[in-house]
């Protein structure tokens, strides 16, 4: 049985307080962090073997490692609280149930990379969990785990909540960006990489709250223990949020790797109401979804991609065999078109056809072609698009359309549906 | 007009950020708490403690969706219905909602006290159908339980 780590204290009554987490071995990693020069604090990052939880899971510690060590230029430090993309919990409960685990994790990072400042940018629906981090700022503050010359040393770090106001979109991060200054979150071109020209223009690492989340653990616990946990590739305590038609939906920290079928059947119990497993969409909305064949595969990030599809935020949603697929592809083109920030023409145009072309097949007015022309669409938005949104529309859909493409005709040729 | 306090919670949020304007957002929030809505009238007063120009402000409130163009009931009911909710009925929840408070998704009962909305993921999928009253989420929704936290509001 795997222990928890990031997770292990929401059960704690009042764990997001600051008293508790002390109690419970917090602060101890941010005067460690504090003995160490930055570089073998990032190199610890590094061989920890720690990627991305956002979803993208590139190594943290090489992101850290592009901010300049100039100590004239303003460095950020952003974290990514924008939770939105459909499936996904995670982070919700790190911040409303340990949101000083997160604070610690962000104070060490913003003295690793020589940041001053770091905002978290939270969706602006988490009104509790917006609450719950402005507190445990203000008590972290009075500690002096925050503020100026923490710890009796000459490192500052201020931290700051900006909330959003609903754009799925503010998840991307040159789109956070814009948001926190307070404009409409539209996505940058890149290059230049926020790492040069980031938040008010100044070098900025974006890391997810999961993330954030990890570091004082490995900083604790060194950085052997973390990459001896799963695959060596992408190792270390994972936070899968599974829904959908199972029998316990919620939150199961597990080892990385920890393979689809033992997440679906063995933490969340299998299937609900007797029915049988038709698909899961491994994570979040964006991510193509696998099928019975697949459910052995392991849960990382490598091996999801080498399935052609991804770990993502590791939101995993489960269907039984009772699912419509045209359905579900109709809903999840029906999110992207409302999140589709305008910006650019193949997916602001791209994402309303296709939500089109699948609402008339699912009222069953479908007409012959239909099909080819969800794939041709789905051709002309991937790969031309501003930033991942388009391109995870099109991935959602077309896992759809490669795994249950029979359904999909059958609704346009019977006018009605197989399930 | 907006009351001392918000003006005070506004320049407060403008502390913040290295520029003023950087803090629209936080701005529009306590202006819309304070006033339900977001009019012409306060967009330019807000505008003008942020030093930009009014329309420079009505292009961010636009663009997100939590900022009300328009007066919402006392109670703003928004109903989750993306995947993870709709595989476990989260449309025959809304339609229950409608039914109940005789309102269309988009609309306000007449007596002012309840908008219903249907919305996108809110991150509450483990507890799925949910629905978000205010800033308060309800989870596991069932029509009884529906019935039970309606009776709770006041």
Redesign the interface.
Known sequence: MFEPVLLKNINTPDSHRIEVYLKNGGYQALPSALKMQTDALIQMIKDSGLRGRGGAGFSTGLKWSFITKDPTIPKYLCCNAD???????K??AIIEKDPHELIEGMAVACYAIGAKAGYIYI??????GAKRLEQAISEAYKKGYLGKNILNTNFNCDL?V???????ICGEETALIE???????QPRIKPPFPAQVGL?AKPTVINNVETLACIPHIINKGPKWFASIGPEKSPGPKIF?????VKR???YELPMGTSLREVIFTHAGGIRDGRKFKAA?PGG?SAPMLTEKDLDTSMDFDSMAAKGTMLGSA?V?V?DDT?CMV??AM??MG?FR??S?GKCTPCREGTDWTYKVLRRIEHSQGKEGDVELLESLCGNIFGRTFCPLGDGAVMALRGALKNFRDEFEYHVKNKRCAV | MLSTKAIENIKKAID????K??????A??IAQEECGCLTEEVLREVAHM?DIAPVQLN??AA?????NKKSVGKYHIQVC????C???GAEHIAEFLSKKLGVKKGETTPDKRFTLSE??????????PMM?IN???YENLTEENIEEILKGLK
């Open positions: 939770e939105g993309e459909p499936g996904t919990f982070d919700r969706r602006g629906e988490f009104a509790c700051y900006h909330k959003g106001a609903g754009a799925y948001s926190i200054e307070g404009k409409r979150g008010f949020g599974v829904s959908g038609h939906p919620g939150l969409i909305v939101g949603i269907m699912t359905k579900v809903r999840t999110f409302h999140e920030c | 913040k950020y290295p520029r304007r950087f803090a629209s957002m936080d529009l929030m942020l292009q961010v663009f997100y969706t939590m900022y219905t993306n995947v993870p709709s595989l476990l919305v996108e993921c809110l991150g509450s999928c483990g507890t799925a978000q800033d308060d989420y």
